[in-house]
């Protein structure tokens, strides 16, 4: 491992961790390509390594959204039940694929998370739906009171949102799929939880996102562990990783309060695209 | 439904103060682990080391080792959570979230302890 290999890993990390606070999603979609197209690690590698990132920044954004009262803290701990059993199954069933299956297998995921991107709305849209009333919260939180129902003190917005929580069965068996995902491929899951928290659950967008991002540490930190049963943890390749992703989860969140998300994620939406074709290729063995 | 929200909120507060200090002791592990990488100079890519071994590897100032104990921290901070989850519930004897994190904390702790072994 040269010293240019560990400025590279601690500059994927830096992209990964700005993309990831930014847009919400890609952290590891942008890790586990760079990890083998780049710099040609063997993809369960990639993958461990990356599942070690997804903690640090999933960590850090929830130390800030349970500060701020919008994790539905109750609802993230149910769903959990079901997304790490899921992780493990995830976990192992990766260690029987070929390497060809798992490139083929994340190219078909970054196409759905390009699609995804591209076709995404503003989350103030949504949210802006929500009942609400002006009255400024206190010191307190709501979203323990009861898992069915949660609210916020949206600052945008200058209100606090309610909303109900619907469909726990679907959320469930999500969570058990985006868990096995999640460990399979190295990716937080956030791809496929934030629609179903947000589309199907009802949470507004926000509380989404910061319950996706409670349940992402978790659910990657048992898919961590597996990998690190099995070998896949490299200290050498974690350590600048990590420190990239701290780094740039901090910057992350500058860039989406002064850039224009959407923007932000059609150009990702594009890169992801020709990252999906190029794990394609790789998975044929043809680069 | 006040005094239950005031409750609670501790346990976002304590949730939020155990992640940002699990972030930042290991984030000062890896740091000092890469400063003596850096010193050293960058070797070949080694595995993590054993947990058995860590504790004298730190103290012999082995890079791997000191990145290693940082990784396993930042791996327990999210485990960290569910424990204070099951003490706020635990006083608070709600019975149903205490099982489920107690659920959670036990399919954690088998990982854990598959990873260590």
């Known amino acids: 491992m040269t010293e240019v290999s560990l400025w590279a890993l601690g500059g994927i990390g830096l992209v990964a961790g700005l993309l990831g606070s930014a847009l919400g999603v890609g952290g590891g979609a942008f890790i586990v390509p760079m990890l083998t197209l780049a710099l040609h690690l063997p993809i369960h590698i990639a993958i461990g390594s990356s599942l070690v990132a997804i903690v640090a920044t999933s960590c850090t954004a929830t130390s800030i959204y349970t500060k701020n009262r919008l994790t539905n803290l109750k609802l993230g701990l149910l769903l959990e039940t079901a997304t790490t059993p899921g992780a493990i199954i995830g976990g192992f069933i990766v260690v029987l694929l070929a390497s060809s299956v798992l490139n083929a297998l994340f190219g078909v995921i970054l196409i759905y998370i390009a699609y995804t991107m591209a076709v995404s709305q503003p989350a103030i849209a949504e949210d802006s739906r929500h009942k609400g009333n002006s009255v400024k919260p206190d010191n307190t939180s709501t979203n323990l009171s009861n898992w069915r129902a949660g609210s916020y003190y949206d600052q945008s917005l200058d209100k606090v949102v309610t909303y109900k929580i619907r469909h726990i069965p679907q959320g469930l068996g999500s ?80 860039l989406a309060q002064r850039a224009r998300g959407i923007l932000l994620k059609r150009i990702f939406a594009g890169f992801l695209f020709i990252t999906a074709i190029l794990m394609f290729l790789k998975a044929a063995n043809i680069i | 439904m006040r005094g239950d929200n005031l409750k609670y909120s501790h346990l976002n507060d304590w949730s939020s103060l155990s992640l940002k200090i699990g972030i930042a002791i290991s984030l000062i592990f890896v740091i000092i682990g890469l400063i003596l990488i850096g010193i050293s100079g960058a070797k070949g890519v080694e595995p993590i080391v054993p947990l058995s071994q860590l504790p004298q590897e730190i103290l012999a100032l082995n890079a791997m080792a000191i990145i290693t104990t940082g990784i396993l921290i930042l791996l327990l901070t999210p485990i960290l959570q569910i424990v204070i989850a099951i003490v706020t519930f635990s006083k608070d004897r709600d019975r149903l979230y205490l099982s489920i994190s107690l659920i959670l904390l036990c399919i954690l702790a088998s990982s854990l302890l598959l990873a260590l072994m």
């Not at chain 1, 507004?204 to 562990?225: D, E, N, Q, R």
């Not at chain 1, 420190?243 to 992350?252: K, P, S, T």
Request: hydrophobic share 50%.
């Open chain 1, 175 to 254: 969570g058990f799929f985006t868990g096995t995902l999640s460990s399979l491929l190295g990716i937080g899951g956030g791809a496929v939880q934030v629609p179903i928290l947000n589309l199907v659950m009802g949470l507004p967008m926000k509380a989404t996102i910061a319950t996706s991002s409670f349940m992402m540490a978790i659910t990657a930190t048992v898919g961590a562990l597996i990998h690190y049963y099995h070998g896949n943890v490299y200290p050498i390749i974690v350590a600048p990783l990590v420190i990239g992703v701290f780094l740039g989860a901090r910057a992350g969140t500058e």
